[in-house]
């Protein structure tokens, strides 16, 4: 197993473009939700399906110049290819790869400062449940799992304990100058917030060309919508039966995100997840499944990945001081709102 696996980070594949406007029907990370259209638009969008951030990634621009819209989709995905030169740990010449081998990062890309300031508001909101100095405590499952694929008990608890040392956002430091760590073996991993954040980014680039219709989902989904043709709608998935749709809500200039400990486990038997407790370092979410509609993807990726850890009432203070709304599916598979 290799300890970098939480989300697979970049591959983009070459630019495609069809004139027909087929349901999504893309090979996703497992926790990720199922968009479709309430509606078809006024005119035939021009659809990219490829691959970024290691899952299935799709753009639909609606535009009347089909030339326009596919210089528009190259300009995005060179967008997109920029931003993992430094949030790809698969990548040794990234800025957080370079960070966290050296413990500390001059210059800071203005993106990565925009994520670790954001990251450092959610963390705060989120009682420290969202934390991206997790990848310690990530890099100790990964390696006793591999070494015992078919144990059934947590690493050692004088592992877990030096692990959790190195945890704690507090512990890094960062300014326009540099980004740097108080300890050193400490590293991040943005994961949980960068597929967010690119999709972001996407809809950012298409809003200032002039469009004013797009659906955006680069590992986490964002609509773009100027009201006269309707919303989108996404469906959160069945747990225990990806081909099933527990329930769809309607999306419209907002985003969308889910996480579920299913998406990635880290033994055979599938007891622990890729979801931590950066407080406690425990591996085990309280649900099956947690998704967020927030304002930014951003947003709504961190909290899907805090949420699914927190008590419900925590969840709800922390979801209202964002207007976020939050649908968790429980051990039996019912859906509960939140928020």
């Not at 594949?13 to 996703?28: D, Y």
């Not at 990234?94 to 990062?105: D, V, Y």
């Not at 996404?234 to 990806?242: L, S």
């Not at 008590?311 to 939050?326: H, S």
């Amino acid at each position: 197993m290799n300890p970098l696996t939480r989300r697979r980070f970049l591959a983009v594949s070459a630019l495609t473009a069809t004139g027909i406007a087929v349901p999504f029907a893309l090979t996703r990370k497992k926790d990720a939700p199922v968009p479709s259209e309430k509606t078809a638009a006024a005119g035939e969008p021009f659809i990219w399906r490829g691959i970024a951030l290691g899952s299935g990634a799709e753009l639909r621009i609606y535009h009347p110049d089909r030339r326009f819209t596919e210089t528009l989709a190259q300009k995005a995905l060179i967008e997109v290819l920029r931003l993992e030169k430094i949030f790809s740990l698969y990548r040794d010449d990234s800025a957080i790869s370079r960070l966290n081998r050296e413990g500390r990062l001059n210059s800071p890309p203005a993106d990565l400062l925009a994520v670790l300031s954001l990251s450092r508001k959610i963390h705060r909101a989120t009682k420290g449940a969202f934390d991206p100095s997790i990848q310690p405590l990530w890099n100790l499952y990964a390696d006793y799992f591999r070494r015992h694929p078919k144990a059934e008990t947590l690493p050692s608890e004088a592992d877990m304990k030096k692990a959790l040392r190195l945890v704690g956002f507090d512990k890094v430091r960062f300014d326009d100058a540099a980004v740097s760590f108080a300890e050193k073996g400490m590293g991040l991993s943005l994961n949980g917030i960068a597929q967010g954040y690119i999709t972001d980014k996407i809809v950012e680039l298409l809003r200032k060309n002039g469009i004013r219709r797009a659906l955006a989902d680069m590992g986490e989904i964002r609509g773009l919508d100027d009201g006269k043709v309707g919303t989108w709608r996404v469906g959160i998935k069945n747990p225990q039966d990806e081909s099933q749709v527990l329930l769809t809500v309607p999306l419209q200039n907002q985003a969308f995100a889910t996480s579920g400990g299913y998406g990635t486990t880290m033994d055979e038997a599938g007891k622990f997840t890729h979801l931590f407790d950066p407080r406690t370092g425990l591996a085990t979410p309280r649900y099956r499944s947690i998704s967020v509609m927030a304002a930014t993807a951003a947003v709504a990726d961190a909290f899907s990945t805090a949420f699914s850890v927190m008590p419900k009432t925590d969840i709800r203070t922390a979801a209202e001081g964002e207007d976020a709304k939050v649908w968790l599916v429980d051990g039996e598979n019912k859906v509960e709102t939140v928020g």
